[in-house]
């Protein structure tokens, strides 16, 4: 368990790496969608650390405010989270960095799990550069961050939604940033 946390941490470093824009070729290219399931395994076991059923040397923000034994991956435990996220929110200058990134990081990885398990859609966690490989149209418009490193991507490549980003604005924003109204309107 330890090794996916920390090969995903170091996903999640801080650097930010830019990448040279993709060469354009005369022939067109087939790209075809692979499921990494080492990345796949290591957010479900990021939702597992949210909800409390993995430990780990380090912890969320507050767990205490945080009902784990209400998070059952439905929709409705969404607003358990909402509830814990402004709670994080108000009190944001209170916390650890190291805190914040496992709210943010756990958070979404709950968040995205919740999104899979309650939609026809067969989705699956994807790297910003597998998908952006795809759908280079869409790296302008969305800059390669921490939060955005990892994406919920469907099978047939149509569909892509950022669950990790959107814990961020909530904690940056505010409640306008509800996890259980944006799991409703995907």
């Known amino acids: ?26 022939t067109p290219k087939e790209i075809t ?45 969404l607003q358990v989270v909402d509830q814990y996220l402004l709670h994080v929110f108000s009190n944001r200058s209170d916390f650890a960095d190291k805190e914040l990134e496992n709210t943010i990081l756990w958070g979404g990885a709950y968040t995205g799990e919740v999104i899979k398990r309650n939609t026809d859609a067969n989705l699956f966690w994807e790297s910003y550069e597998s998908y952006m490989e795809r759908n280079p149209e869409y790296k302008e418009k969305i800059p390669h961050t921490l939060t955005t490193r990892t994406l919920l991507s469907s099978d047939n490549g149509t569909a892509m939604t950022m669950p990790v980003n959107k814990v961020l604005r909530f904690l940056s924003e505010g409640e306008e940033h509800s996890l259980r109204y944006y799991a409703d309107n995907l």
């Not at 993995?54 to 784990?68: G, K, Q, W």
């Open 33 to 77: 969608i692979t499921f990494d399931e080492e990345l796949n395994n290591i957010f479900h076991s990021f939702s597992g650390l949210f909800i409390g059923a993995i430990s780990d040397d380090s912890d969320i923000a507050a767990p205490t405010v945080l009902d784990r034994q209400k998070l059952d991956f439905s929709k409705d435990s």
């Open 1 to 26: 368990m330890k090794k996916r946390i920390n090969k995903l941490r170091s996903l999640f470093g801080k650097s930010e790496n830019k990448e040279e824009a993709p060469q354009e070729t005369s």
